[in-house]
């Protein structure tokens, strides 16, 4: 059973960073695009940040360009979404997700298959 775990979340002041992490357990990430996805209180679950499996390609959603980074470590089998300048339009639950065909393609909820819980990250004063 393919497992991912988020952590990392939690609340922050505007202008703040967090780092979130995603871990698998049961499989290695190693093949696997990963995703970071977000989902507010009444929204849709948006693409935030979508990494290849070998880290060398990246897709960031403008809301996050230039705020956002990832980046994964292989050996640790953790992807990582380090994100700075948060704003309060950033509070949601996150998740991070794995796409079972290894292809990397565009970073929308429906091309990923397999899902962690989630994390709360709260962006207040």
């Known amino acids: 059973q393919l497992q991912l775990v988020e952590s990392g979340g939690g609340l922050v002041q505007p202008g703040g960073s967090l780092r979130l992490s995603c871990t698998a357990s049961g499989f290695t990430l190693n093949y696997y695009p990963i995703g970071w996805f977000r989902q507010a209180p009444g929204k849709e679950r948006e693409g935030v940040s979508c990494?290849?499996?070998?880290?060398?390609?990246?897709i960031f959603a403008d809301s996050v360009k230039g705020r956002f980074t990832i980046s994964r470590d292989n050996a640790k089998n953790t992807v990582y979404l380090q994100m700075n300048s948060l704003k309060p339009e950033d509070t949601a639950v996150y998740y991070c997700?794995?796409?079972?065909?290894?292809?990397?393609?565009?970073?929308?909820?429906?091309?990923?298959?397999?899902w962690g819980p989630g994390t709360q990250v709260t962006v207040s004063s």
């Open positions: 997700a794995a796409d079972a065909s290894w292809l990397f393609k565009k970073c929308a909820p429906d091309e990923y298959d397999h």
């Open positions: 990494i290849s499996s070998s880290g060398g390609s990246t």
